[in-house]
């Protein structure tokens, strides 16, 4: 699986 | 950022304070439901754990402050403000909610894009953000007369997720970012659940009439 997207949002 | 997170963001930042102003100017809860409150404590505290650990911008930070702070006070005021708590429609938000928290909880186990304690609860907190909406729908189809600051309310909270989509289309072709499958799927299915109150409420401010939603 991925790497988690970045958690920039909210 | 773009103008459709920022769209996105606004939507929800304002349906949390139309709700709470509804609650302190007429002291009045009726028809909201304290279910969809509590399971929207429990996707922020499980989301904005990365508060401490991960600074991202002034703005990330203060708005997760606001989200966890009002949706905490919005459940205060209905469980505890002695006006406000005796106009909550007991009877009629019954949805189990805590039947909701362990299936998202096990799906996150499952499905997840690294096996950290941080992620899990991300992902959780994406899976049960989806259908937290589901008890407030619920006691909508019961409520005989939906005033018109409840229906702004889920309005905005339904719109601010499917701008959030746009967000993602546009992250994915304009930064090139990498597909966000569970962020995706979460988003449309939170979505779609408002696809028939979108429907009535597009319909009741067209003909200028009371929102009303089919039993």
Known sequence: CQSSPVKDEL | MNIFRLAGDM??????????????????CAGIS??????????F???YLN?????????????????IATSVCIVWYMRFHKVVKQTYNKDLDTFRHYV?????????LLVHHEFTVMEVLWTFSLYLEAVAI??????LQRTRNIDNLTGNYIFLL????????????YRFFMEKAQARWI?????????????????????????????????
């Open chain 2, 51 to 67: 508060l401490f650990t991960r600074y991202y911008s002034f703005y990330n930070t203060v708005m997760k402050l606001v989200f």
């Open chain 2, 134 to 139: 589901l008890p407030q729908l619920i006691l």
């Open chain 2, 158 to 169: 339904g719109a601010y997720r499917a701008l959030y989509l746009l967000n993602w289309i």
């Open chain 2, 11 to 28: 939507s929800h930042l304002l349906s949390v304070i139309l709700l709470l102003l509804k609650i302190r100017t007429t002291k009045s």
């Open chain 2, 183 to 215: 962020s995706w799927i979460s988003g449309l299915v939170q979505t779609a659940l408002y696809a028939d109150f979108f429907y009535y409420y597009i319909k009741s401010w067209k003909n200028n009439e009371k929102l009303k939603l089919p039993a």
């Open chain 2, 34 to 43: 304290l279910k969809t409150q509590e399971l929207y404590v429990v996707v």
């Open chain 2, 45 to 47: 505290l499980a989301r």
């Open chain 2, 100 to 108: 909701v928290i362990p299936p998202c909880f096990l799906l996150a």
